[in-house]
Nanobody
Framework: QVQLVESGGGWVQPGGSLRLSCAAP????????MVWYRQAPGKQRELVAA???????NYADSVKGRFTISRENAKNTVYLQMNSLKPEDTAVYYC??????????????????WGQGTQVTVAS
């Protein structure tokens, strides 16, 4: 069973920054879209950001201008740079590798490969 390896979560004060990483096997990373979702207590799961193998990106309105998704092909790793963090960004963040050509707007644990989740806490 392939599992993506996430890192970089933690605690940060409002206005601070964190960078999440997600490493995948090269055979997957080269062709799959890489997607970040998050789930906060009592809230719906939501798409945060996505990047295709062709480097097209998509962001949730709530994070536009603050978060940046990028991929480093040499390391088979996708990053989520999170700046100007707010308490409402507090959530468990999950990385998902989605097959090319499909939709990634909806959370679906049966599609693609997933990371274990990493906690991000934004608080004073």
């Amino acid at each position: 069973q392939v599992q993506l390896v996430e890192s970089g979560g933690g605690w940060v004060q409002p206005g601070g920054s964190l960078r999440l990483s997600c490493a995948a096997p090269g055979s997957i990373f080269r062709i799959y879209a890489m997607v970040w979702y998050r789930q906060a207590p009592g809230k719906q799961r939501e798409l945060v950001a996505a990047i295709t193998s062709g480097d097209s990106t998509n962001y949730a309105d709530s994070v536009k201008g603050r978060f940046t998704i990028s991929r480093e092909n040499a390391k088979n790793t996708v990053y989520l740079q999170m700046n100007s963090l707010k308490p409402e960004d507090t959530a468990v963040y999950y990385c998902n590798a989605r097959p090319p050509g499909g939709s990634y707007t909806n959370w679906d644990r049966s599609i693609g490969y997933w990371g274990q989740g990493t906690q991000v806490t934004v608080a004073s």
